[in-house]
């Protein structure tokens, strides 16, 4: 890839799949966006239609809506915006349409649940030797789409390719940093989500902000202690895709993840806290904690996340369950 107008593709129209689209079409480039529904293709299509996951945003006029998987084949690189768990299905699906060159970057935050494998790694067997990247970082569609400024990071192991698409993607309202290290980041990502459940309950149920900024600085320190564990380089963790994201999902009632954990606060049941949106950490917690204690990697707050989830505990168990651990050094 180089840094003149390219063709991306984009497969997922959900709110981050078209806030992505929008933003790589302000940047320069022609985007073709592919969805499941016809019937929402053909919508997307018509003059001044709106999008309906994030209301009152139009398609950028270099932007053009399919459902036709195979129109993703002549983009310079493809953007996967599907849930996390649908990771294997779509990179199967993409690799029979895509050339085994093109470039399939990640942009779900999560863990193969059933697998417990990392989503790059998903890619890998399935896409063997084709180019993977990672996009994440502190980012709400909603503000990409309305044009407010972010920074996210994305990474390949081919520094040369990493740069090339950061440059491809960023505009003058998003800004793609690039690095090599695509564990550290998928990890960042991943993690992140399940550690801002445990900050909604603490908000939902009127802990204190006392309490939150503690959990969110711990849980920093599990993220951290995690991705080393697995290959992650910390200098990423201590960045947009680690401690950025972390910050923004652990303070705002606007992530899903939070609102999720702030309804169970509130005693809600775990059924009914996700309130039909995707929840990634819920998803995520049970293999992000087998894989820690695969590896003796101490994550309480992300335990006590799945144990609460599972229906093992109650919120206060898990208070008191991370409140009473024994006294120990900070690091
Ligand atoms: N929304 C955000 O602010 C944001 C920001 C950064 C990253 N992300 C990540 O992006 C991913 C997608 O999030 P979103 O907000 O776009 O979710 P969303 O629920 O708005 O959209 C998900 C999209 O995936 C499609 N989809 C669901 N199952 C599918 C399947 N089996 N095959 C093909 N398509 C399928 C849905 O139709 C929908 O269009 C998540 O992993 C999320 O963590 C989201
Ligand atoms: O709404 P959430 O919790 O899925 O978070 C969205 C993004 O990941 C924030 O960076």
Do not use: P, Y
């Given at each position: 890839?180089?840094?003149?107008?390219?063709?991306?593709?984009?497969?997922?129209?959900?709110?981050?799949?078209?806030?992505?689209?929008?933003a790589a079409a302000i940047a320069g480039n022609d985007v073709v966006l592919w969805m499941r529904s016809p019937e929402h293709a053909a919508a997307l299509a018509q003059p001044r239609a709106t999008d309906r996951c994030l209301p009152g945003?139009?398609?950028?006029?270099?932007t053009r809506p399919t459902a036709a998987l195979a129109d993703l084949a002549s983009a310079h690189a493809v953007l996967l915006v599907t849930p996390a768990q649908t990771t294997r299905e779509m990179a199967a699906a993409l690799g029979v349409v895509l050339p085994a060159a093109t470039p399939l970057v990640l942009c779900a935050k999560g863990i193969e649940r059933d697998s417990r494998a990392f989503l790059c790694d998903v890619v890998e067997t399935v896409r063997p030797g084709a180019p993977i990247g990672v996009l994440s970082g502190p980012s709400f569609a909603d503000d990409v789409a309305r044009g407010l400024p972010t920074a996210v990071t994305l990474a390949c192991r081919d520094a040369a390719l990493a740069e090339a698409l950061a440059t491809a993607l960023s505009g003058p309202t998003l800004r793609v940093y690039h690095r090599t290290d695509l564990r550290g980041v998928e990890i960042?990502?991943?993690?992140?989500n399940v550690l801002a459940i445990a900050c909604g309950a603490v908000a939902g149920k009127g802990l204190g902000e006392s309490a939150k900024a503690a959990l969110i600085a711990r849980g920093?320190?599990?993220?951290?202690r995690f991705a080393r564990a697995y290959g992650g380089e910390a200098e990423t963790l201590m960045g947009l895709s680690g401690l950025g994201d972390l910050v923004l999902t652990c303070s705002s009632a606007h992530s899903r993840n939070f609102a999720f954990g702030q309804r169970l606060g509130q005693g809600m049941s775990?059924?009914?806290?996700?309130?039909?949106?995707?929840?990634?950490g819920a998803a995520t917690a049970s293999a992000l904690v087998a894989l820690a204690k695969a590896k003796n990697v101490d994550m309480p707050i992300a335990e006590a996340v799945?144990?609460?989830?599972?229906?093992?505990?109650?919120?206060?168990q898990a208070v008191d369950a991370l409140m009473n651990r024994p006294v120990k050094s900070e690091h």
């Open positions: 890839m180089t840094a003149q107008a390219q063709t991306i593709g984009i497969a997922g129209a959900g709110a981050w799949g078209t806030a992505l689209a929008n945003v139009r398609l950028h006029a270099r960042g990502g991943a993690a992140k920093f320190a599990e993220l951290l775990v059924t009914d806290a996700a309130g039909g949106k995707l929840v990634e799945e144990q609460v989830l599972s229906g093992a505990w109650s919120l206060d």
